[in-house]
Structure formats: C-alpha cells, structure tokens
C-alpha cells in the first residue's frame, strides 16, 4: 500500500505528534508499505530551525525507510495563539502543492490537534478522489479552551465547526482514547468509523535497566535517591506546575529528586517558579534524543 501523511511535526522534532507519527509510519514500511511524509521544516517547539535544515520551499530525505518531504512554511514559537494559528494555516497551500508531486496513494491520512494538517489532507484527497483518514490525538480547539490560552469565542465556535466538518468528511478517524471515541460518538459522529488505537512504547528501546551512574552523579542523584520523572513536551496543556508544587511539599524529604526533561513554552516560567521557592531538589535538563 502506498501511503501519504500530512503532518506538522516529524523527527527531529521530539513532541509526541511527530513520534508517534515517524514511529507508525515505520512499522508501516517495515511491514511492506510505502510512506512518504509531508512535513514542515523542523522547528518545534522553539521556532528555531534545527542544525542542518533550511526553511525551503521543497526538500526531500530518507528516515527508516519513510520519504520526507519539507516544505517551507512560517515559523513561530510554540507560544500565544495567532501566531501558532499562522504556523499551521502556512502549512495548507504548500503541502497541497507537494502532495500533487507524489505518486498517487491508495490512501490520505493526516493527523491533529492542528486541523490544518489535516484540511490540507482532505482537499488533496477530494480531488484526487482517494480515502481521508483522520487521526485525532486531542480534541481541539476544545484543548485550547481547557488550559486557558482562549475563553470560548466566536472563532472557536468556527474552528469547531471545522473540527466537526473534518469528522464528517473522513472515511476512517482513529482516536487515540476511548473518552475520545465517546465524545464524537455524542457529537453525532458514526460510531462504525471511529476506532481507537492506543499509544504505545516501543519495549525494545525502552525497558528497566541499571541506573547511568555518570550521569546520576552529573546531576547530583545518589544511588538511593528516589527520582520523579517528566520526559516531554513543557506546554501549557501538560499542568507541569502542578508537580512543583508537590515538589515544594517534599523539598524537605533529602532522598526524593523530581527531573525535568524536554522542551516547550512553559519552560523558562517552570525554571523561573522553581528558582523563586529555590526548590533543591528539583532538576532541569534539556531535550534529549530518543538515544540518551
């Protein structure tokens, strides 16, 4: 099967879209498909083009098997709203133009919470007349409301119109949660269409192992140190403050270290709050590779 993905983020990004979508797609060439992917230039989270990469109008590379195809778009930092919404909107035109450079696909699959990704996708599959699949990794712009970055609005009301609208016109959504599945169930989306698949890890790269004694020691952990970990996207949805204040309760527990891995909007204010309750046992580290 051929396959064609519509998506904002791809590795070397590290957030969770663009994992989970390189790590699909590379099971996906190994059990025979072919995947080419429609991406940005790598930027996420910091609006900073990553070593190596320029912000061009069409480019192509090989991961794993998966053809990558960049385009060039606008760039913004993953904080504030219009901006954001102008990073994503930036992605419909050229990626349209690029998909009808590529071999024609059995099927068109595109991926949130951005929608933009995705009516790139649709229109792309509209014309050339091929299957619209939908992956839904969070209900948005519901998302948007939630953690606070807008207060329901006219423009939300007419983004989830487009939500909506998405839902309707795919032939196949995947969800990636069973709330997910019954909250379009209740927005009168067919249920026979929606089906979950779960995340999941890769147990042959991730698993229990000894702990890295160097590097335990690089940030102050002794062996019988009991260590508190966040791997991940520092964004305004992840509630991360929440875990300093429970660090603040236990500042005064010597053997209970909490870590801090990853990058993302939120950052500088987290290091900045636990500077200011001159929380000890608190550590910041910045984004590693899935290697480290």
Request: hydrophobic share 50%; glycine share 4%.
């Amino acid at each position: 099967m051929n396959i064609l993905f519509f998506s904002d983020n791809f590795p070397p990004e590290r957030n969770a879209a663009a994992s989970r979508v390189y790590e699909r797609a590379a099971y996906w060439v190994t059990w025979g498909n072919q995947v080419t992917v429609i991406t940005c230039a790598p930027n996420f989270p910091d609006g900073k083009l990553f070593q190596g990469y320029k912000n061009k109008f069409y480019q192509t590379e090989i991961q794993s098997g998966i053809r990558v195809v960049r385009i060039k778009t606008f760039i913004a930092e993953n904080k504030g709203f219009f901006l954001r919404i102008l990073d994503s909107f930036s992605y419909i035109v050229p990626a349209m133009i690029a998909a009808f450079f590529q071999k024609k696909p059995d099927v068109i699959v595109a991926t949130t919470p951005s929608p933009f990704a995705a009516v790139a996708a649709w229109l792309v599959a509209k014309i050339r007349k091929i299957p619209f699949t939908l992956e839904v990794s969070d209900l948005w712009p519901a998302s948007i409301v939630a953690v606070g970055a807008m207060r329901e609005s006219f423009i939300i009301r007419l983004l989830e119109k487009l939500e909506l609208f998405l839902y309707r016109q795919s032939k196949i959504i995947i969800v990636l949660s069973p709330a997910f599945k019954n909250n379009l169930i209740a927005r009168s989306i067919p249920t026979d269409k929606i089906h979950v698949v779960m995340n999941g890890v890769d147990a042959r790269r991730y698993f229990p192992r000894m702990r890295h004694a160097a590097l335990a020691a690089h940030y102050h952990i002794k062996p019988d140190d009991f260590v508190v970990g966040y791997i991940g996207t520092h964004g305004m949805g992840h509630a991360l403050k929440n875990v300093l204040h429970a660090a603040q309760l236990l500042k005064d527990q010597p053997n209970i270290r909490f870590i801090f891995v990853g990058a993302g909007a939120e950052r500088d204010s987290l290091m900045q709050l636990a500077q200011e309750k001159i929380l000890t046992n608190v550590v910041f580290i910045a984004a590693q590779t899935k290697e480290m």
